[in-house]
């Protein structure tokens, strides 16, 4: 399964997540015995990780870890599959024996859902949202309905992280009879279950996802928000271009990032307004995203606005908008473009210098 960076991340969050509190809480520090027995057990998860046929064998016993959330430090298999990721430095990389149990699991694949699905009615929480991540990442094609119904079924569940992995699951998995269920989790009690739901819909990418979430660009939480506008970025529904439009007026920076972003994706011009307005955001990364954006559509209309960004602060923003311009290759600009190659900022130089020989080859 290949997994991007955002799926990536909100992977190894879940698995962190201690199940009571929206920021991680370590176990208690065990004694050296207790230390050597979790690292041993990380070992032999990560060994049916490698080897899913010997595995296959082992799944009582990797059921049976997915209750263990102690941390274990510099094992060469967490900082593989878990903390590189992020390029975090191996010496400090953190796993536990839940964590690469649920990577096992889901390496055994079909053999391995019947007993997932039936921990994900354990009476512990940590052993259900382990079980919801192992079925999220698992491809076990052969038992694909029974894995699908067992995480729609926990949608329900009452503590809010089993609620959330589930959620990413069934986004990960891809199948469609899901869209349905997970956007109502957009209306779930916590906002880290909302978020998630947002993301999830992106990665499902269907166009009945749409309307739910643009009435997710007006939730009260920023995280909520922010998702719901890369979902229909990765969507690419023309329609929800009004409503990611209104989302640059947003309070927070990063609703409108992604929203000038989820515009650039669609491509429609009829958001070229709303992103030459974006060119003056307070944030430069915003304008340098819209400056993309604008690009990518390439609409004559929004040459004069890029041409005022060659003159940005930011020299970030300036080589994005010379960019653009070079994308819509308008002959207007080539006064300003030429100007330009004399910008104190190399990268902006080297930008406009490409700009105007592709404005003047048309």
């Known amino acids: 399964m290949e997994w991007s960076r955002a799926s990536l991340a909100l992977a190894v969050s ?3 997540m201690a ?3 929206v920021s991680f809480k370590a176990s208690p520090a065990p004694d050296t015995a ?3 027995d979790a690292s041993a057990a990380v070992a032999a998860a990560c060994a049916a990780a490698e080897n899913p046929v010997a595995g296959s064998r082992k799944i009582p016993d990797l059921v049976a870890m997915l209750s263990d959330d102690r941390r274990v430090e510099n094992t060469a298999c967490a900082s593989e599959r878990w903390g590189n990721w992020f390029g975090a430095d191996p010496v400090v990389c ?9 990577r096992a699991l889901a390496k ?3 053999a391995a859902v019947g007993p997932l699905v039936a921990a994900l009615g354990n009476p512990g929480s940590v052993v259900r949202r382990h079980a919801a991540i192992a079925l999220g990442m698992s491809e076990d094609r052969p038992a694909k309905a029974t894995a699908q119904s067992g995480l729609v079924k926990t949608l329900g569940d009452r503590e809010w ?3 959330r992995a589930a959620v990413w699951a069934l986004g990960e998995r891809g199948d469609a009879t899901a869209i349905e269920p997970v956007s109502k989790r957009l209306a779930d009690a916590h906002p880290r279950v909302r978020a998630t739901a947002a993301h999830a819909l992106g990665e499902l990418d269907d166009v009945r996802a749409v309307d739910a979430l643009m009435g997710a660009l007006s939730d009260s939480d920023v995280e909520v928000r922010t998702m719901a506008a890369w979902a229909l970025g990765e969507i690419e529904q023309p329609r929800s271009v009004p409503a990611l439009v209104k989302a640059l007026s947003d ?3 990063r609703p409108r990032e992604k929203a000038v972003w989820a515009l650039g994706e669609i491509g429609s011009a009829d958001g070229v307004a709303g992103l030459t307005r974006a060119l003056k955001d307070e944030h430069p990364r915003v304008r340098e995203m819209a400056a993309w954006a604008l690009g990518e559509i390439g609409s004559p209309t929004a040459i004069d606005g ?3 960004a060659l003159r940005d602060e930011v020299s970030g923003v300036r080589a994005k908008a010379a960019w653009a311009l070079g994308e819509i290759a308008d002959r207007r600009a080539a006064e300003a473009l030429t100007a330009s190659m004399k910008d104190p900022h190399p990268s902006v130089r080297k930008m406009a210098a490409w700009a105007l020989a592709e404005t003047l080859g048309h």
């Open 161 to 163: 992280d089993v609620r």
């Open 94 to 102: 953190l796993t536990t024996p839940a964590q690469e149990a649920a």
């Open 306 to 308: 890029l041409i005022a």
């Open 14 to 16: 879940l698995a962190a």
């Open 34 to 36: 207790q230390a050597a």
């Open 251 to 253: 309070a927070d920076h």
């Open 108 to 110: 055994v694949g079909a």
């Open 19 to 21: 199940p009571s509190s």
